[in-house]
């Protein structure tokens, strides 16, 4: 059984920082993208930052682009995403998604999501 376990996520103000982690299990970790999608109330879900299977490419959405950083533990299985200068417009509910070999970040290709982890940040 797949899961895919976020956490990390909190109040923080604005400008602050947090990092939030994904753990994988039931799935051979090295083979998949592994990549970080959020969705705020009553918005869509959207891509914020992803990397290759082997951590040799990572992408970034445009909002995000110098403040994020995506990396990946392939021995612990684990994907961060470290988020500073956070501003109001990050608040939303982080998800941890995973897609095989393809850093493809269409919502609708990954095949894997976790749980969520809410990311709220105070002005």
């Known amino acids: 059984q797949v899961q895919l376990v976020e956490s990390g996520g909190g109040l923080v103000q604005v400008g602050g920082s947090l990092r939030l982690s994904c753990a994988a299990s039931g799935l051979p970790f090295n083979s998949y993208a592994m990549g970080w999608f959020r969705q705020a109330p009553g918005k869509e879900r959207n891509f914020v930052a992803g990397v290759q299977y082997n951590g040799a490419i990572r992408q970034y959405a445009g909002s995000v682009k110098g403040r994020f950083t995506i990396s990946r533990d392939n021995a612990k299985k684990t994907v961060f995403l470290q988020m500073n200068i956070l501003k109001p417009e990050d608040t939303a509910v982080y998800y941890c998604?995973?897609?095989?070999?393809?850093?493809?970040?269409?919502?609708?290709?990954?095949?894997?999501w976790g749980q969520g982890t809410q990311v709220t940040v105070s002005s």
């Open positions: 998604a995973a897609n095989y070999l393809s850093a493809n970040w269409d919502v609708g290709t990954m095949d894997y």
